[in-house]
């Protein structure tokens, strides 16, 4: 079922007046999506859904988060010609923007081993839940959502009220159902943060050697705490971020890095 959010984008493309694809004779058509790069597929349902809001016919021979190579045809289109015009780009910038991330994902998991790697709100607006569901298909965590998901102490917090004073008011007015994180740049303050009951104890724009000695050390304190890494991770120095002992590395680099996979969309034939 074709979503809001959806048909508004299909609208936004479409315009008042699409003479682009109205200089198409009313003749049928097939075509072809095609990958052009190895990656992780994502954004498949909503191009189907992109197809479907034009009523064309389709086959889609891959399902989301699959492993996929330059070459696959990823689904087959049947239908009017105009209207498979007027999907296509539509339908290419999800594939291409989704599948980037989740491919970009799927190698930072892979990197990480054990250690659980998810994404930030470094998301683009509007298109965050897109986004968020494309490194879930890649094998990543979502993380927050929004701010009301969990209580975020981050430094600016801290700036104006300080750990003690951040933490006793964020105990105080979210519910008990409701995880409380902390974002620290010292092993002190981590220390200091565990002794005062937070749930989850962030590491931000540390060296992976002093994450390592700040998870031991909060750990001691609390050891059911989850620690987190965030702050300058990539895919290339994920590996040693993961070697720190924590329970989740955070990167931004998921949605802000990633490249657009490559599709094309190729029309086969005309149906007689």
């Known amino acids: 079922m074709l979503t809001v959010e959806l048909e508004r984008f ?9 003479d682009s694809n109205g200089i198409v004779p009313p003749v049928a058509a ?5 990958c052009k790069e190895d990656g992780v ?3 498949l349902d909503e191009a189907l859904q992109i197809f479907e809001y034009f009523g064309l016919s389709l086959e889609s021979h891959y399902a989301d988060g699959n492993q996929i190579k330059a070459g696959d045809i990823i689904m087959t289109i049947t239908g009017s ?5 007027r999907g296509e780009r539509l339908a290419l910038n999800f594939l291409g923007r989704m599948s980037g991330i989740a491919t970009l994902t799927r190698r930072c998991v892979s990197r990480a081993g054990t250690v ?7 998301t683009t607006p509007g298109f965050r839940s897109f986004e968020k569901k494309a490194v879930k298909l890649g094998g990543g965590d979502t993380h927050r959502y929004d701010l ?3 209580v975020m102490i981050k430094d600016n917090h801290i700036a104006i009220m300080g750990i003690d004073g951040a933490l006793a008011a964020a105990k105080k007015a979210a519910s008990f159902t409701k995880k409380i994180e902390i974002e620290v740049e010292s092993i002190e303050a981590g220390e200091k943060a565990a002794s005062l009951g937070a749930d989850i104890i962030m590491f ?6 002093k994450i390592a000695e700040g998870v031991a050390r909060v750990k001691q304190i609390n050891p059911r705490v989850i620690v987190e890494a965030s702050g300058g991770i990539t895919m290339q120095n994920i590996a040693d971020y993961a070697r720190a002992g924590v329970d989740v590395i955070s990167l ?3 949605t802000r890095d990633a490249k657009w996979l490559d599709f094309s969309l190729d029309m086969e034939t005309r149906v007689q």
Request: charged share 25%.
């Open 81 to 85: 010609a105009a209207d498979i015009l």
């Open 204 to 209: 931000d724009n540390m060296a992976p050697d």
């Open 116 to 122: 659980r790697v998810a994404a930030t709100r470094k």
């Open 148 to 150: 009301s998901a969990a």
């Open 252 to 254: 931004g680099a998921l």
């Open 41 to 43: 597929l994502a954004g």
């Open 10 to 18: 299909i609208l936004e493309d479409l315009g008042e007046d699409d």
């Open 30 to 34: 097939s075509a072809n999506i095609v």
